[in-house]
């Protein structure tokens, strides 16, 4: 027998939707409310999710409760909780409440934004939200901005108007024939911008990777050097991409510097500062951006640390028109008249979501100074980690913590005492070992469903990572990730699998 839902065209019936929207905000107030009750990370297999769940598509309509039962006994145990306060790794993000509700919002709404006539409020709350943005970052009244769903298409689309800057030709007929091209970062620059060109025709090979300091920030010299010598090889130099906050280790390339290199011969100068460009938010660190008054694009991301719903990327130029000149296409279908803003020729999107709508419910419920509070408690949980690893003899840091990113390893400090009297090829043994105790650490730690790390490897070594910056992380948070790593590392050094780190705690233990 046919569901009599099939018999009637149209939409969910709006006392079902009534229902069911008040059920799911009661679901969504209480997770929010206790994400803790969950594992960060769930205790699934590959397939496992896929194999519970109907091969076909159902032929017949099925009742919302049970896809919401589905949804709660088959894709939640599958689910990795980047709203639980303890999840701490990549960088962490937030769904805040305001955001939350404005994206209800903007489905609602459904607009596209890409003509100023197919949504004026929507474009022009974008550019105002942008504007305020701008304020707050203390950036100057130059730059303009449009929102993108990540920094990765941000960046591209700025290397794209840049690479458009340096040879206008390659709009009309592409990269054939082109003299080579070369775009510079550092050593610790975001893949991104490596697949932006790759994405753009550059190619890897035209990717030059700028060596860094010990802070591991790119080192001017070397970058001026660079471009001298690809100039003399008949290379075409063109664009600059630094980083405010990278990825491994958040540090910060030397924007000042840079940017005098990239007007000494005339190189588009870009700036990642996706994760702690949100820092200069905080009235005392916002010389996080210093220099950037000479770049021509730079990104920053309030899906990172400004507690917005994923995604929601801010791409800011110094001149749109040359970034419109770059992807600016407009069928007759789509022409209009009128001094607007039609977002459609900032970049590779036709179709674009009303993404403004949330940052802007966001600001307003927090105000700057809210904003600004929550950045600077999670700065302060970033030093107050630091400092506890470096007061553990069998712990180190592996780079400074400039911001609320930790990098660090479990070094047994007897086993400290061991390399020092080691020859290289003993040492190196024992680094390869640190290196799979680590590793196995972070495996076990994740396993517990207790907290979420990532890692990375600095100068060749395995390095823990902890980012603090969900707005639900607080210090009792921080301090049992640093617990449950302590117990686990205590654990492991007694695993006969790490005979140097099992002789080191034997000795420890003798030598007390």
């Known amino acids: 027998m046919s569901d009599p839902r099939n018999e009637q065209l149209g939409d969910m019936d709006l006392e079902e939707f009534r229902r069911i929207g008040v059920r799911i905000i009661d679901w969504a107030a209480d997770y929010l409310g206790h994400p803790d009750r969950y594992p960060v990370f769930p205790a699934v297999r590959p397939g496992d999710v896929k194999g519970r769940l109907a ?16 949804f709660e006994q088959i894709i939640l145990p599958g689910i990795t909780h980047w709203n639980h306060p303890r999840f701490f790794a990549y ?34 709350l974008e550019e105002l939200i942008l504007s305020w943005l701008r304020q707050m970052l203390d950036l100057d009244a130059g730059l303009h901005g449009a929102i993108m769903d990540t920094a990765s298409t941000a960046s591209m689309v700025a290397i794209a108007a840049a690479r458009d800057s340096a040879e206008p030709t390659i709009r009309l ?50 970058l001026r050097a660079a471009v001298v010598e690809d100039l003399g090889a008949g290379l075409r130099p063109f664009c600059v991409a630094a980083t405010v906050g990278t990825t491994s280790t958040t540090s910060v390339d030397p924007i000042p510097a840079i940017a005098s290199v990239c007007r000494e011969h005339g ?55 040359r970034l ?7 069928p007759e279908y789509l022409r209009t008249e009128g001094d607007v803003t039609n977002y459609m020729d900032w970049g590779v999107q036709l179709g674009r979501r009303f993404r403004a709508l949330k940052l802007w419910m966001i600001v307003r419920y927090f105000g700057h100074e809210g904003l600004a509070a929550r950045i600077r408690e999670h700065l302060r949980l970033g030093q107050q980690l630091a400092q506890w690893v470096d007061a553990d003899p069998d712990w180190e840091r592996l780079a ?40 196995a650490l972070l495996d076990e730690v994740n396993k ?3 907290v979420f790390l990532s890692h990375t490897r600095l100068h060749g070594r395995y390095t ?45 233990r003798g030598k007390s």
């Open 400 to 439: 400074p913590t400039p911001f609320s990113t930790v990098c660090f390893r479990m070094r047994p400090s007897a086993l400290a005492c061991i390399m020092r009297s080691a020859d290289e090829a003993e040492r190196e043994s024992i680094e390869r070992e640190l290196d799979r105790l680590n590793e």
């Open 267 to 321: 190189l588009w100068l870009h700036v990642d500062a996706a994760y702690a460009g949100m820092a200069a938010i905080v009235p005392e660190h916002r010389d996080v951006l210093a220099g950037c008054e000479g770049a021509d694009s730079l990104v920053v991301n309030p899906h990172k640390w400004l507690f917005t719903p994923m995604d929601c990327s801010v791409l800011y130029v110094r001149d749109a028109d």
């Open 55 to 70: 091969p076909t598509p159902p032929v017949e309509p099925e009742p919302m409760d049970a896809v919401l039962t589905d």
């Open 464 to 508: 823990i990572r902890l980012a603090i910056g969900n707005i639900r992380s607080d210090e009792v948070a921080v301090r049992e990730a640093w617990e449950c790593l302590r117990r686990a590392g205590a654990r492991l050094c007694a695993d006969e699998r790490f005979v140097s780190c099992s002789r080191s705690a034997d000795e420890g």
């Open 173 to 222: 007929r592409g990269m054939a024939g082109q003299r080579r091209m070369r775009l510079y970062a550092s050593e610790q620059a975001h893949s991104s911008i490596e697949k932006a060109a790759i994405t753009l025709g550059i190619g890897q090979e035209g990717v030059r990777k700028i060596p860094t300091d010990p802070a591991f920030r790119m080192v001017p010299e070397a």
């Open 324 to 330: 419109k000149r770059a992807f600016s296409l407009v």
């Open 91 to 124: 960088f962490a993000n937030t769904a805040s409440g305001p955001g939350i509700l404005g994206e209800l919002l903007a489905a609602c709404l459904n607009v596209n934004v890409m003509l100023w006539r197919t949504s004026p409020a929507a474009t022009e």
């Open 448 to 450: 517990t469903g207790r």
